[in-house]
């Protein structure tokens, strides 16, 4: 019974992808993409030179469960425990059309990896409830994804990893699961020769923005975890409670700069658009918005000049 829904996701998103002229080959970034400035990332705090890696980390919140390991998790990368290569964000282009018929092209800054804690060489990523991730996003100027800018960032990754699944029961909430899974992935960047800091997608489901949320309070909202074809495991569910965590989810952060029609503007303010909205979300305008994204203003006049070097490149 899940064929049917799965093709016809396939065959609208190609019948989106050719009206819009999006379609990228996978793996392939866009030409006119150009590098995200520094700036984006500069509310990251430094490093601090006496943390330890990210197996010390996980035997330190070995045994916490839910809020309390998320406390911790975000103590760590508010504090800047977080690897170098994170701070160095990737141009995602997304093509629509307004709801009056403009054509639309979005430029978003993401992290080439999902959030994690440690230094470049031993990092563990960090799974987090909706509250905790939404938190830590807003206070480092970042937002999470909708579904579709999920989407697009798995089309214009670098390299695209193979789904890991483990063994499904109550021990996938552990943090003994989450550091197998994280073994898991290493590995397979090993073997395909692929260094920390190359942009990857297809490891993980996403933390995510949707109306959903508005409509399914208490809840969590998860996608994507792409197969090789393309196709996302894990449709938009919100199944879980809002503390929900396990194994295989990431937490993407994506800069709430971007610019849109070479014009220097947030995630915030597009999302909350009906106009704009349809480039960032297949689902419209976000409801209740300020609740995971708070308006931040001098966001944009800190990070303008950066933004639009972007667009004489």
Known sequence: MRLLPRR???YVRALACAAALLCVPPGVHAASASTCPQALSAAIPARPADTAGGASF????????????????????????????LRRLEPVELH???????????????????????NDRDFLR???GLQAASDVA???????????????????????????????????????????????????????????????????????LSNRLDTHPGRIAIYGWHEPNGE?????????GVEYVDYSHG?????????????????????????????????GPVASLARYIPGKPRRLAHARGAMLSMVTR
């Open 138 to 208: 807003a206070r480092l100027g970042f937002v999470l994804p909708t579904p579709r800018m999920v989407d697009a960032i798995y089309r214009e990754s670098a390299r695209h990893l193979a789904p890991r699944p483990l063994r499904a029961g109550p021990a996938m909430r552990s943090t003994a699961y989450f550091t197998r899974h994280n073994a898991d992935i290493v590995a397979q960047l090993q073997r395909l020769g692929i260094a920390p800091g190359v942009f990857v997608a297809g490891h993980k489901k996403d933390v995510v």
């Open 251 to 283: 937490i993407r952060l994506v800069s709430d700069v971007m610019l849109l029609n070479g014009r220097v503007t947030s995630v915030h303010e597009v999302l909350a658009n009906a106009r704009l909205a349809p480039v960032l979300s297949d689902e």
């Open 96 to 118: 629509a059309y307004s709801s009056d018929g403009r054509p639309l092209k979005a430029t978003v800054c993401v992290m080439p990896d999902y959030l994690a804690v440690g």
């Open 58 to 85: 996980a035997r330190r919140i070995a045994t916490l469960v839910r809020g309390a390991r998320d406390a911790e998790t975000a103590r760590a990368v508010l504090g800047g425990d977080i690897p170098d290569f």
């Open 126 to 128: 960090m799974p987090m």
């Open 8 to 10: 016809l996701h396939r």
């Open 232 to 240: 996302p495991i894990q449709p938009l569910s919100t199944a879980h």
